[in-house]
């Protein structure tokens, strides 16, 4: 129990700092060494942190085998939490990987984001549901579920919060495509000052890049104004 719990705290720091390799090395010998000893201690924050490593390096087949193990253990276990972060995490693929957003609003609507069974997940089912909306062109409704979203009190992992700081992100996306620039580069900005100290993330990049993008629009339209 204890070497299992030394790996998983040390796998997070390496992510938390940036060093994915190492973290990615010392994930995987935890896991291999829970196979081979059958402990089930860990499995689930260990498969939930090797599932969003792939995601975010685009590791497809690394993806859906973890997801796959993830849910198999959820079941196994009847372990409501872990089943509804597989299921988050299914979504989020379908929207960030394979662009599915038809699918993944099926998949959320199946859950009543007001009830209390779903607890603090609810603010994740936000956020997605506010993607696949903005993915599916309609911003208005994207900006009300967007603008539901709480950072959960128990996320402080850099890689938690890099998920949940690109909200402000797509706010910003949704008044650009609603003709209110100012409110976007508004969003925008304050998305890059959320995760400026963090370590760098597909979503550290996603930020950057719509901040960017935004304040060369709103460049060009104040020229055009004088």
Not at 77 to 90: G, K, N, T, V, Y
Not at 127 to 139: H, I, M, T, V
Not at 179 to 191: G, M, R, T
Not at 206 to 219: G, P, Q, V
């Amino acid at each position: 129990m204890t070497r299992l719990d030394l790996d998983y705290h040390e796998a997070i720091l390496y992510f938390a700092i940036g060093d994915s390799k190492t973290a990615i090395h010392v994930m995987e010998k935890a896991i291999d060494f829970s196979k081979e000893n059958r402990l089930y201690y860990r499995i689930d924050d260990l498969y939930r942190l090797a599932a969003a490593e792939a995601l975010m390096s685009h590791n497809k087949e690394k993806r859906e085998y973890y997801i796959k193990k993830w849910k198999q253990y959820g079941e196994f276990a009847d372990d409501r939490h872990s089943i509804l972060a597989h299921e988050l995490f299914q979504i989020m693929a379908l929207i960030a990987e394979d662009h599915n957003y038809q699918h993944a609003l099926q998949l959320i609507n199946q859950y009543n984001l007001d009830s209390k069974d779903i607890g603090s997940f609810r603010f994740w089912f936000y956020l997605e549901k506010g993607k696949a909306l903005y993915g599916l062109g309609l911003f208005k409704e994207a900006l009300l579920y967007l603008k539901k979203v709480e950072i959960p009190e128990n996320f402080h992992h850099p890689f938690d919060l890099s998920l949940f700081y690109v909200t402000d992100s797509y706010k910003a996306l949704c008044y650009v495509e609603l003709q209110k620039i100012d409110l976007a580069l508004e969003s925008a900005k304050i998305a890059v000052e959320k995760i400026s100290p963090l370590p760098h993330t597909p979503y550290k990049e996603m930020i950057y890049n719509t901040y960017d993008k935004i304040k060369c629009k709103a460049n060009k339209a104040k020229e055009a104004e004088d």
